[in-house]
């Protein structure tokens, strides 16, 4: 009980056993992990991401992981389309504020994008229309783009009648489905939520709150959750209680709009800009009780029910139901000859309510001989939507010795279809056909009057409703059309393959290591397989839906509170205790003057140190665009910002960028660190056309709509090594030599819009710079008594001609120094100068690029930029949490000189936070 | 039909396991308090499946914020 003496009494009544492997009492790890399962269970909702990541101790984590499909079965066209892919990053915080009070954060970045389905229809209407391409060796089918109005042929039982989607040879009767893909552009979801808990000796209560936002859709939500225990913590009861509200405002696809018959939602959507908005919300309410109870040595069991009750909009804007329109009258008579249907896409409707119940039972027993830990799950979850379904997990937890566990996992799930779900509908009226009075007579209107009725008589005159005969040549008149009969549809209907019946399988693993110091890495990877055929009690009946998809997924944890013991438990004297605090304390003083935006620049100087740190940048450029130093007008841009044979179109209204960086370093020696520093961006950005641009042409791509872009993923990974040149009291300086893996994509692309491809995405949206890049630094730190200062050059040299676009970044030479106060023992204040010279691009894409503006050509990047930086730094210098340090900085652009015509900078926050151990 | 069955099942599997139920004193919770043994072994692997599976199936446990679409849903 040594070190933990100095604790007060709450945390050391549940000290219960001095064996060395139990770091945590089993009441605390209930708590946390029952509270875990309870969440697990919430139907439809997890809404207590807080508890769900919750870690053992006081710790951080950071974890990426790629999500990844596979193609889906387009039968007859080839599928080109990549599948969606998505790029996550998470990282997750505990902190114990008092012994009682524990803080938790999450926050999650999502980005994703790739080829998803719109609808599905019979295969025989060819909807993923084949895209020819002509090249030397003749004309081939170089993929697919989706059409949802077309005609199918059908028999008189309406079996489909495929046709060859080339030729338009008939084949005869087809009843296979497909579904109809459609590519979305990148999207960006940043997620955080904020939790705080008191800690009772039986009890514990939980409060988080947190909110979720991207560009179509924002979610608010808040949770309670509570925790009581019984039987001296044998028995656990658990309650939670949770509330999100959620906003849409989907732009709908521009492709799909033309074709889209939204007639049910016209009330919801706005018309802006030359985009169609879709505006609408939800909430969902969420409850769970749970028992967890001990039941011997070795085993415990878990119980939860929840119950999700949702209301508001709960479709999805981008999906639509194929809906088959065939003219009764074509059906009469007793011929055999084929009829044609006339195939429309309606936006799906589905309930304004849903009640979700499920129950889950967890049972976990300790294999002794082996030394791990079974884990079995099932969840049964039952809604009036008519989606039943079941899951059935199981885990084992292998300690394997040295700090390692493997933990093997197979899953397997079943789930009903939806009552409202079907593949595609016939209905038997027309679309849209031709009103006709009592009499039979084709009703006319003007186009500029609708109200105002005309029909002609029997010499084709027109004449009104009182018989007098109309001179046409004044109005626009045309045939007046009555659209279909909503009410022979069903009220509800959808063709989303995630409420379709089906069942799934997937596998996988994780590994886990212990380090010193309480660093521990985890990795993982998991395979799944949907499959019609896998549906419980069988009868999918949807294996055109089938896909599957894998999981790989990295993640660093660092236990804050065993790192601080980590000299303490050597045994070592109390005053070797203090001197270890002291070094702590004199190197954050050495340190706390590095500004944030400052890379590389302080040591550690003891050899078997570590830091771990978190750095968020954001930089921000929108206003004028600038040539050289002055503002460019228009038509100057239009002229000379792009090329001798191309006039600009476009030009660039805003683009932010965030970065995040995870800095590792580590000193083998006292003279010598290592650095690793894997980056996380993504960008957005808006265009507008250009006052005396070039008229539209056919064939070139336009950007139409409000809507901007936006591009993410992992950018490219540094590794450098930083050398000590000299280190005397109040003076030090030493030198980085590292190395630019480029990780980041640099050939994004836009997706297909009115069958015109969109090329390669602008030079300033891709992920990275292509190359492996040359990255030296030279600094030189210096302090007195509260006075800091240093100064920094720095480079950036591309080490090939090109990337696999065709291109290389600039190189880049930066000069900074600063000066900084140290205002109290733990805050202290910078002010920074930045000088930075950046060559533009040489070469260009080798590939499509829509050449819409300045941004997209070469010449117009680099330039020498001026700035000057404003920061604070805090840092812990004694207690639980020393060596902890956050820094922020503002980065204030003072002049700008481009190449070539470029968006002005606006600034850039840097924000870094860093622990020292 | 299987709903009932299941259900029945998971009933039965819940009084097997709480039949077995014993007093565990303090001292012999060793076992109980391995990591292996929490609820959840690992948390920042659940999270992640949870909004995977939240993502493509219809069903409880599944992704926060929403269900439909636009939930980072992809």
């Known amino acids: 009980m040594g070190a933990n003496g100095v604790r007060s009494a709450g945390r050391n009544q549940r000290q219960v056993s001095c064996d060395n492997q139990s770091r945590r009492p089993p009441g605390n790890n209930k708590t946390l992990h029952a509270l875990t399962s309870a969440a697990m269970v919430l139907p439809g909702l997890m809404l207590q991401p807080a508890q769900a990541t919750e870690v053992d101790a006081d710790s951080f984590s950071f974890q990426y992981y790629r999500f990844q499909e596979g193609k889906r079965n387009l039968f007859n066209v080839p599928n080109k389309l990549d599948p969606i892919q998505a790029d996550v990053i998470h990282a997750t915080g505990r902190l114990s504020l008092t012994d009682r009070v524990k803080f938790t954060f999450n926050y999650t970045r999502d980005t994703w994008s790739g080829a998803t389905p719109v609808t599905s229809a019979p295969l025989a209407t060819n909807g993923n229309r084949p895209i020819l391409e002509n090249t030397p060796s003749g004309t081939i089918v170089s993929g697919a783009s989706p059409t949802v109005n077309t005609q199918i042929l059908l028999d008189r039982n309406l079996n489909p009648i495929a046709r060859d989607p080339l030729t338009g040879e008939v084949l005869g009767k087809d009843t296979r489905t497909v579904e109809i893909l459609s590519f979305a552009s990148p999207e960006v979801r940043n997620a955080a939520d904020f939790g705080l808990g008191y800690e009772w000796n039986e009890a514990a209560l939980n409060i988080s709150g947190g909110l979720s936002s991207e560009p179509d859709y924002q979610s608010v939500f808040g949770n309670i959750g509570g925790r009581l225990d019984f039987n001296q913590k044998l028995t656990s009861l658990k309650f939670g209680l949770g509330y999100t509200s959620s906003d849409i405002s989907a732009i709908l696809d521009h492709d799909l709009v033309p074709y889209l018959t939204r007639t049910a939602f016209e009330g919801q959507i706005e018309s802006r800009g030359g985009s169609d908005i879709f505006h609408e919300d939800r909430q969902d309410f969420t409850g769970s009780l749970g028992l967890t109870q001990i039941l011997n040595k070795q085993s415990l069991v878990d119980v939860n029910i929840g119950y999700t009750h949702s209301t508001g909009y709960l479709g999805n804007p981008y999906k639509a139901m194929t809906v088959i329109f065939v003219d009764p009258a074509s059906l009469a008579g007793s011929q055999d000859t084929l009829i044609t249907g006339d195939v429309r896409a309606l936006m799906e409707q589905r309930p304004g309510n849903r009640n979700q119940i499920a129950v889950s039972s967890k049972y976990v027993h300790y294999v002794n001989p082996l030394s791990a830990a079974l884990h079995l799950n099932h969840i049964f979850s039952y809604d009036d939507w008519g989606i039943h379904a079941n899951t059935f997990t199981m885990d084992w937890v292998q300690p394997l010795g040295y700090g390692w566990t493997i933990t093997p996992r197979i899953r397997y799930y079943s789930q009903g279809a939806a009552d409202f779900y079907d593949p595609f509908l016939f209905s038997q009226q027309n679309f849209s056909s031709n009103a006709v009075d009592a009499s039979g007579r084709e009703i006319w209107v003007d186009s500029n009057d609708p109200d105002t009725e005309f029909v002609r008589d029997e010499n084709f005159n027109l004449i009104d409703s009182s018989g007098n005969v109309v001179d046409e040549s004044m109005l626009n008149v045309q045939p007046k059309t009555v659209p279909f009969d909503a009410e022979e549809l069903p009220d509800h209907f959808s063709s989303d393959y995630r409420i379709s019946g089906f069942g799934s399988l997937s596998g996988g693993v994780t590994l886990r290591k212990r380090l010193v110091k309480g660093i521990e890495l985890q990795a993982g990877f998991e395979y799944y397989s949907r499959q019609s055929s896998l549906k419980l009690g069988g009868g999918g009946g949807t294996s055109f839906a089938d896909f599957d998809f894998y999981v790989a997924n990295a993640a660093i944890k660092i236990d804050i509170e065993k790192l601080n013991f980590a000299g303490g438990l050597g045994g070592g004297s109390s005053s070797s205790l203090h001197a270890e605090h002291d070094e702590k304390t004199h190197q954050q003083h050495q340190h706390e003057g590095v500004p944030a935006g400052v890379m590389n620049g302080h040591m550690l100087h003891k050899a078997g140190d570590f830091m771990f740190g978190y750095r968020y940048m954001h930089g921000r450029m929108d206003g004028d665009i600038l040539h050289g130093d002055n503002v460019a007008s228009d038509e100057q841009i239009v002229a000379q910002g792009c090329s001798d044979d191309t006039n600009c179109r476009f030009a660039p209204t805003y683009m932010n960028m965030n970065m995040h960086m995870l800095n590792i370093m580590y000193a083998p020696t006292s003279w010598l660190n290592l650095m690793l520093m894997p980056k996380f961006v993504d960008m957005n950005m808006n265009i507008r056309e250009l006052e005396g641009r070039p008229p539209p042409q056919t064939g070139v791509h336009e950007h139409t709509g409000i809507a901007g872009h936006s591009t993410g993923g992992v950018g490219d990974t540094v590794m450098s090594s930083l050398v000590n040149l000299f280190n005397v009291p109040g003076h030090r300086m030493h030198l980085s030599l590292g190395f630019s893996a480029p990780t980041g994509d640099v050939d994004l692309e836009f997706r297909r819009v009115f069958q015109i491809d969109g090329g390669l995405v602008h030079f300033g949206m891709q992920l990275g710079s292509g190359t492996w890049d040359f990255l030296p630094s030279l600094t030189y730190t210096g302090d007195y008594r509260r006075w800091s200062w240093g100064a920094q050059l720095s480079g950036v040299k591309r080490m090939e001609d090109q990337n696999k676009s065709g291109y290389r970044l600039g190189n880049i030479f930066q000069a900074t120094s600063w000066g900084g106060y140290r205002l109290t023992n733990w805050l202290s204040a910078s002010v920074r100068g930045i000088y930075t010279d950046q060559g533009d691009i040489k070469g260009d894409f080798n590939d499509f690029n829509g050449r819409a503006g300045p941004m997209d050509f070469p010449a117009n990047h680099g330039g020498e930029f001026w700035d000057i930086g404003f920061g604070v730094n805090a840092s812990v210098p004694r207690g639980k949490f020393v060596g902890n340090r956050l820094s922020f900085e503002w980065l204030q652009p003072i002049r700008d000189d481009v190449n070539g015509f470029r968006l002005e900078r606006k600034g850039a926050l840097a924000a870094t936070w860093s622990y020292h151990f | ?74």
Request: hydrophobic share 40%; charged share 10%.
């Open chain 2, 1 to 74: 039909m299987n709903t009932p069955r299941i259900i029945l099942v998971s009933l039965l599997f819940l009084g097997i396991g709480l039949s077995g139920c014993t007093t565990v004193v303090p001292w012999e919770r060793g076992i109980l308090a391995k990591s292996e043994m929490a609820l959840d072994p690992n948390p920042l692997q659940s999270y992640m499946r949870s909004h995977n599976f939240g993502a493509r199936e219809a069903s409880a446990s599944a992704n926060a914020h929403g269900g439909g679409g636009g939930c980072g849903c992809f």
